[in-house]
């Protein structure tokens, strides 16, 4: 299984399939190959105006080595 993130580009080719050229998620998660959540997704982040590159997810971003380090 590849867990890498979708890249921008191909999260504006989706997200541009289902808004502006009228597409239904499922056939643009058909046509790029990525899944009908992931396509659900991209077009929830676009609506809010929020920016469609991945966000870092994952055990890192709750273990304490992700806090910032205080200086002394």
Known sequence: MDLRAYSVDLRERVV??????????????RIY?????????????YEAGGDLAARRGGWFKHCECALPLQSP
């Open 33 to 45: 190959r990525v899944s009908e959540p992931s396509v659900s997704r991209f077009v929830a982040a």
């Open 16 to 29: 541009g399939a289902v808004v502006a050229e009228g597409w239904s998620q499922a056939q643009a998660a």
